[in-house]
């Protein structure tokens, strides 16, 4: 059920520190993203990204063997943008298919720091629950205006994480 604002004397908190939007919390945008990207595959470019800086910042939703290289993932977007995470992508579906060894390949994400002990951060800059939705859609204004904020949320999260090495 989605929750609104207005009608809810109580304000709901999302693990990340955000407080809830009109859609409800993070979880409601990052299953509403989730249900409109299946209809729209130009906004499907961003979903590696959308998945794992949703779970990053709420890694009691993920699994925890996996936070790791979500996190590197998420590193590498940052350094090398989303052409370069989509071929690390591709190349562990290609991996997957051929019958290559099983589990995850880390050598694209080797280059990249651990996710940090001692998390998660009590705050990110930017979170799901600040996405602006128009009619219904989060690519109101089209597909680089979303990416743009699927960035900046993804960015947020490595800086956060980051935070709590100091």
Known sequence: MVQIMADSPVVDRCECGAVAGPLGTCVDYYHAILSEEQADARMYRWHALVVCAYLVQHPS????????????????????????????????????????????????????APLPPGGPPGHFRATFCALPVRDGSFVFDGHPAYGHRIETIAEATVESWRSIQA
């Open 61 to 112: 939703r993920a699994h925890e063997k996996y936070l790791d290289g979500q996190f590197r993932q998420l590193q590498l977007y940052v350094d090398q943008g989303l052409d370069a995470l989509l071929r690390v992508a591709a190349r562990q579906v290609a991996r997957n298919k051929h019958g290559a060894r099983p589990g995850y390949d880390m050598a694209p994400l080797a280059a990249y």
